[in-house]
């Protein structure tokens, strides 16, 4: 029989237990900071009269007919100002609790990761430049649209296309092993090159796009073309995520731009 002091039978005296690691599915800092940041915009734009609440839609949110230089351009809250900061600000209003909600579940699986890989400063500033880059397609494609856009789906997109330079690479979160988050968003990514070139990333690509071109994912535009669905700035978003992640990413791609990881390797048969 061993004697209390004895190490178990499993376990060699001198190595020490392995320290307990983070649930994948549990959600890091800063993306639990970026929901609770929408929500709380919510409850008080909410707590508004109906006037006030929809004059903060035109100052905070993406108006393409503010940036109209011709005489007959309107008059909006916000002045010069607002020319720049509702790039960003539209993405943190949303219509409805729905509407929050559906964001929030796309950003749980693919937020998730890239906040842990990004970490909190690099994660703000992508959501922030992946707001403009939608901001930017809907502002070419709707020229002299009235109708304010609010909504986070670009930058929802925008991390969704980050997620996939990593997400199908060998080991990382798609695998949902319990206790690996950590080791799953810290997995070499592949290059922009590698990425559109994996049969998985470019079936996730023709579904993503094919999904937000018929139905787009939840940006809305109210007033004059209430309920629209702005899927331009999704695809804005994404597209910017995508061609743009190296500039964030602080992990360093392995030998041969993770070929050697990845998974779109296949198994050689025995000899």
């Not at 970026?34 to 903060?56: G, K, Q």
Request: aromatic share 12%.
């Amino acid at each position: 029989m061993d004697s209390p002091s004895d190490p178990p039978p499993d376990l060699p005296p001198d190595q020490p237990p392995e320290a307990p690691r983070e649930p994948i599915l549990t959600l890091p800092g800063a993306l639990t900071a970026y929901i609770v940041l929408l929500a709380v915009i919510h409850a008080v734009r909410m707590a508004l009269p109906p006037d006030l609440e929809y004059w903060t839609i035109e100052l905070f949110g993406f108006i393409p007919k503010r940036y109209d230089p011709t005489l007959l351009a309107t008059a909006f809250p916000g002045g010069a100002g607002a020319k720049v900061w509702t790039f960003v600000t539209y993405s943190l209003l949303h219509a409805n609790i729905s509407h929050i909600v559906f964001n929030v579940l796309w950003l749980l699986p693919f937020g998730s990761a890239v906040a842990r890989r990004f970490g909190s400063f690099r994660f703000f500033l992508f959501m922030a430049v992946t707001a403009v880059a939608g901001a930017m397609a809907h502002l070419v494609t709707h020229e002299h649209g009235i109708a304010p856009m609010i909504g986070a789906s670009a930058s929802v997109s925008g991390a969704m296309a980050a997620a996939i330079r990593f997400a199908f690479v060998r080991g990382s979160f798609l695998s949902f092993r319990y206790g690996d988050a950590d080791a799953a968003a810290q997995v070499p990514a592949l290059s922009l090159t590698r990425a559109l070139r994996n049969p998985r990333v470019l079936a996730f690509l023709a579904i993503w796009f094919g999904v937000n071109i018929i139905f787009g994912m939840g940006s809305i535009a109210i007033g004059a073309e209430p309920g629209s669905v702005a899927w331009q700035a999704h695809i804005g978003g994404f597209v910017a995520g995508l061609v743009l992640f190296s500039l964030f990413d602080p992990v360093p791609r392995g030998p041969c731009d993770a070929a050697a990881a990845s998974s779109e390797q296949t198994p050689q048969p025995p000899h």
